[in-house]
């Protein structure tokens, strides 16, 4: 297991721009995949981004060409660059680990609001 830390989440208008950032307890070098989910009051959480131990990344349909996930294994962290933000943007998005197969950990979540 390892503890996560999200932070970087506020209010931005349409078209701007947060970044996203989560901090982990330990290296994060053997993790297998780390990223974000989000979830929207009465929706369900969704898988928004994701980047695999290699460097291969995984993003939502919604987000693609606006959002950008990156790690960096130094600092123990993981990114999200979000960009052309849309009021549907608005959620709790949670930062993920998973350090086996059978095990993931989870962020306590930042929220994001993107005003019209």
């Known amino acids: 297991q390892v503890q996560l830390v999200e932070s970087g989440g506020g209010l931005v208008q349409a078209g701007g721009s947060l970044r996203l950032s989560c901090a982990a307890s330990?290296?994060?070098?053997?993790?297998?995949?780390m990223g974000w989910y989000r979830q929207a009051p009465g929706n369900q959480r969704e898988l928004v981004a994701a980047?695999?131990?290699?460097?291969?990344?995984n993003y939502a349909d919604s987000v693609k060409g606006r959002f950008t996930i990156s790690k960096d294994n130094p600092k123990n962290t993981v990114n999200l660059l979000m960009n052309s933000l849309k009021p549907e943007d608005t959620g709790v998005y949670y930062c993920?680990?998973?350090?086996?197969?059978?095990?993931?950990?989870w962020g306590q979540g930042t929220q994001v609001t993107v005003s019209s």
């Open positions: 980047i695999t131990g290699g460097g291969t990344t």
């Open positions: 993920f680990a998973d350090t086996s197969y059978s095990a993931r950990s």
């Open positions: 330990r290296s994060i070098f053997s993790v297998f995949n």
